[in-house]
């Protein structure tokens, strides 16, 4: 503690906003979402996802007037999503962008820890959730490049359809009457030690 | 000091200053040296002329020299030069940050622990408000029950984020469920203040047309006229009626129970 005490106070951040927004709005439709800081981001800062037609003092009024934070300066970006398809194939189009502000609060607040084990993440029903995602990744990796889409006769052959053709191939030997393959014929109740009963045929 | 001064001069001469600790016996040295060597053209001594409104030779940048970039340091000496800088802390080190746990932003949660609803909580509502519902309601609960669904809109849309970035699983259904009526409610409330619009356009519409109210703005809005004695006359009326209807019925009763009471008539006009 007294290494604590002894670190420089570092001085309360104070609101310097002189004056807030006149124009009164009575029903404001605007969703607004707090997200998680990143690592090793700042507890006096916060980060909102907004409306694109949101500026930075709407940002500032919304906050004081609804939640009661106050700020001392916000910063403001855009993040412009890539041109994407539709349906793949179809036609290019650019998703909507989306809206950041980043506020400096007066008061610090830090985000509880994410939930990360497997038990609190049940009622999301994580482990599936991962499961199909996963699938999903392998199928769209598969789809992209046609190069690496094996042949049909490149799948890999179940065993089941291993043994029967087997099976098929040592029944043709025997046909023929050449010497069959004591391997590959397990059936069940026969002794080992046959050999000779298929020599004699 | 003493070093920078020397390497301001040329090389050449801080060799000649060196050898020899005085101006003065330069130039004896070299009137020695002159006289030692064979002769030279050359003169033995370089001045440099000066002349009326010469530029100043001076150095006037006091900082020539010194550069972050290089990492110099200072030419002079500071109060604080003997200080040791600060050295920065890990943030192992620093104290646990304090989080009020009345902070406005904690508004933004659905839960505190998790941050994202479960979509079994998400599951937990009823159905939106109802346009019925909300027609008795003041402009005061609208506008609280509006800023109720704003927050919890607000609170929806930051569970999803956290859900999503955080690829915690599924929910994303029950979370645009619950929305739905949310949205639900605060379609209501628009419709049901649009309703109360149009009533009062009509209503401002009718009282144009009505002798009774005055849309001036200066004085009384509203002034009865002759309310009271319209009554009045309509009771008196009514009395008169009711007067009439009653001698008629004696009238019609005294013909059929009486009989003409002519001989009676001449009885007492005779008695009389």
Same mark, same amino acid.
């Given at each position: 503690?007294?290494?604590?005490?002894?670190?420089?106070?570092?001085?309360?951040?104070?609101?310097?906003?002189?004056?807030?927004?006149?124009?009164?709005?009575?029903?404001?439709?605007?969703?607004?979402?707090?997200?998680?800081?990143?690592?090793?981001?700042?507890?006096?800062?916060?980060?909102?996802?907004?409306?694109?037609?949101?500026?930075?003092?709407?940002?500032?009024?919304?906050?004081?007037?609804?939640?009661?934070?106050?700020?001392?300066?916000?910063?403001?970006?855009?993040?412009?999503?890539?041109?994407?398809?539709?349906?793949?194939?179809?036609?290019?189009?650019?998703?909507?962008?989306?809206?950041?502000?980043?506020?400096?609060?007066?008061?610090?607040?830090?985000?509880?820890?994410?939930?990360?084990?497997?038990?609190?993440?049940?009622?999301?029903?994580?482990?599936?959730?991962?499961?199909?995602?996963?699938?999903?990744?392998?199928?769209?990796?598969?789809?992209?490049?046609?190069?690496?889409?094996?042949?049909?006769?490149?799948?890999?052959?179940?065993?089941?359809?291993?043994?029967?053709?087997?099976?098929?191939?040592?029944?043709?030997?025997?046909?023929?009457?050449?010497?069959?393959?004591?391997?590959?014929?397990?059936?069940?109740?026969?002794?080992?030690?046959?050999?000779?009963?298929?020599?004699?045929? | 000091?003493?070093?920078?001064?020397?390497?301001?001069?040329?090389?050449?001469?801080?060799?000649?200053?060196?050898?020899?600790?005085?101006?003065?016996?330069?130039?004896?040295?070299?009137?020695?040296?002159?006289?030692?060597?064979?002769?030279?053209?050359?003169?033995?001594?370089?001045?440099?002329?000066?002349?009326?409104?010469? !530029?100043?030779?001076?150095?006037?940048? #006091? +900082?020539?020299? *010194?550069?972050?970039? /290089?990492?110099?340091?200072?030419?002079? &000496?500071?109060?604080?030069?003997?200080?040791?800088?600060?050295?920065?802390?890990?943030?192992?080190?620093?104290?646990?940050?304090?989080?009020?746990?009345?902070?406005?932003?904690?508004?933004?949660?659905?839960?505190?622990?998790?941050?994202?609803?479960?979509?079994?909580?998400?599951?937990?509502?009823?159905?939106?408000?109802?346009?019925?519902?909300?027609?008795?309601?003041?402009?005061?609960?609208?506008?609280?029950?509006?800023?109720?669904?704003?927050?919890?809109?607000?609170?929806?849309?930051?569970?999803?984020?956290?859900?999503? !970035?955080?690829?915690?699983?599924?929910? #994303? +259904?029950?979370? *645009?469920?619950?929305? /739905?009526?949310?949205?639900?409610?605060? &379609?209501?409330?628009?419709?049901?203040?649009?309703?109360?619009?149009?009533?009062?356009?009509?209503?401002?519409?009718?009282?144009?047309?009505?002798?009774?109210?005055?849309?001036?703005?200066?004085?009384?809005?509203?002034?009865?006229?002759?309310?009271?004695?319209?009554?009045?006359?309509?009771?008196?009326?009514?009395?008169?009626?009711?007067?009439?209807?009653?001698?008629?019925?004696?009238?019609?009763?005294?013909?059929?129970?009486?009989?003409?009471?002519?001989?009676?008539?001449?009885?007492?006009?005779?008695?009389?």
């Amino acid at each position: 503690m007294s290494s604590m005490n002894s670190l420089p106070r570092i001085a309360e951040p104070v609101q310097r906003w002189k004056r807030f927004g006149e124009k009164q709005l009575f029903l404001p439709n605007h969703v607004v979402a707090l997200l998680r800081p990143k690592a090793k981001q700042s507890p006096h800062l916060a980060t909102f996802a907004v409306p694109l037609q949101f500026n930075k003092l709407d940002l500032r009024d919304y906050l004081h007037h609804a939640y009661g934070v106050e700020t001392t300066a916000i910063r403001s970006f855009i993040n412009q999503p890539k041109p994407e398809r539709k349906n793949k194939t179809g036609p290019w189009y650019r998703p909507r962008a989306q809206k950041m502000m980043i506020a400096e609060l007066v008061k610090p607040f830090v985000w509880p820890e994410p939930v990360k084990d497997e038990e609190a993440l049940k009622p999301w029903d994580h482990a599936m959730y991962q499961k199909l995602q996963k699938d999903r990744r392998a199928q769209e990796k598969k789809q992209k490049d046609p190069k690496k889409v094996p042949l049909r006769n490149k799948f890999a052959v179940p065993d089941d359809v291993k043994s029967v053709s087997q099976q098929a191939r040592e029944l043709l030997r025997e046909a023929k009457g050449l010497k069959v393959k004591e391997k590959g014929l397990k059936v069940e109740g026969k002794e080992e030690g046959k050999k000779g009963e298929v020599k004699d045929e | 000091m003493a070093t920078a001064a020397t390497s301001a001069v040329r090389p050449s001469l801080g060799a000649a200053f060196r050898l020899t600790p005085s101006p003065s016996s330069v130039r004896i040295s070299h009137q020695l040296l002159s006289l030692t060597r064979p002769m030279s053209t050359t003169a033995p001594l370089l001045k440099r002329h000066t002349y009326p409104g010469a !530029r100043s030779n001076k150095d006037m940048s #006091k +900082s020539r020299g *010194q550069s972050a970039l /290089r990492r110099t340091g200072l030419r002079w &000496r500071l109060s604080m030069s003997d200080d040791p800088l600060p050295k920065p802390r890990s943030r192992e080190e620093l104290p646990p940050v304090e989080v009020d746990p009345d902070h406005g932003l904690w508004d933004f949660f659905p839960n505190r622990e998790t941050v994202a609803a479960s979509p079994e909580d998400d599951m937990k509502h009823g159905r939106g408000w109802m346009v019925e519902e909300l027609r008795g309601k003041s402009w005061e609960d609208l506008h609280r029950l509006w800023w109720v669904c704003v927050k919890e809109r607000n609170r929806i849309a930051t569970g999803a984020w956290e859900r999503e !970035r955080g690829k915690m699983g599924f929910g #994303k +259904s029950e979370a *645009q469920g619950r929305d /739905r009526e949310v949205r639900v409610t605060m &379609r209501g409330i628009k419709h049901v203040l649009t309703e109360r619009f149009y009533a009062w356009e009509d209503a401002v519409k009718l009282a144009e047309s009505d002798p009774e109210v005055d849309l001036s703005g200066k004085g009384r809005a509203f002034t009865p006229r002759e309310f009271l004695e319209e009554e009045e006359a309509a009771e008196a009326k009514v009395v008169d009626y009711l007067v009439e209807e009653e001698v008629a019925e004696v009238k019609a009763e005294e013909k059929a129970q009486v009989p003409p009471p002519e001989t009676n008539v001449q009885g007492e006009a005779a008695r009389l």
